[in-house]
């Protein structure tokens, strides 16, 4: 299976794009993994929330198909621990799809079009990150779970 992550926005911290350079390097040593940016929206202040949402949608769909698992990072979705996730992401695997999606929307969600495609909601936090920060954070919990089915040394509980 491959695991795809799809993110509105660029990544320009060099600390972060640091991080998530290992932890994507560390990741493909156990699957295939394709990171997605997709640009952010220009001279958008004037649109509404909804226009925001719904022009993001229109980027956001293109790139996900429908034999996809789509997981939207959504801060309403289900909280899990670690060692929950990598039990999710094993029956995922084992599901036969060939494409586990992840989709980080932009600042205020995502549109209804977006919400109707998923199949799983899954919040990291009920706090607020950046964007970007959420990427590494969701790429670190992707690198912990794997190593959890793996019963590598890397979770320790």
Not at 57 to 74: C, E, G, N, Q, R
Not at 84 to 92: A, C, H, Q, V
Not at 93 to 103: A, E, H, I, P, Q
């Amino acid at each position: 299976m491959k695991v795809k992550l799809v993110a509105i926005g660029k990544t320009e911290e060099p600390y972060l794009i640091k991080g998530m350079n290992e932890y994507e390097n560390r990741i493909t040593r156990h699957l295939s993994l394709e990171v997605v940016e997709i640009p952010g929206l220009k001279n958008a202040s004037h649109l509404s929330k909804q226009e925001w949402k719904a022009k993001e949608a229109a980027k956001i769909l293109p790139v996900i198909t429908t034999s996809d698992i789509i997981i939207l990072l959504d801060e309403n979705g289900k909280e899990m621990t670690s060692v929950e996730f990598s039990t999710f992401l094993n029956l995922k695997f084992s599901s036969g799809s060939k494409n586990l999606v992840f989709v980080i929307g932009g600042p205020y969600g995502f549109d209804e079009s977006v919400k109707k495609k998923a199949h799983f909601h899954l919040s990291l936090s009920r706090m607020t990150f950046s964007h970007q920060m959420v990427r590494l954070f969701f790429l670190e919990q992707l690198y912990r779970a794997l190593t959890i089915l793996r019963n590598e040394a890397y979770h320790h509980e």
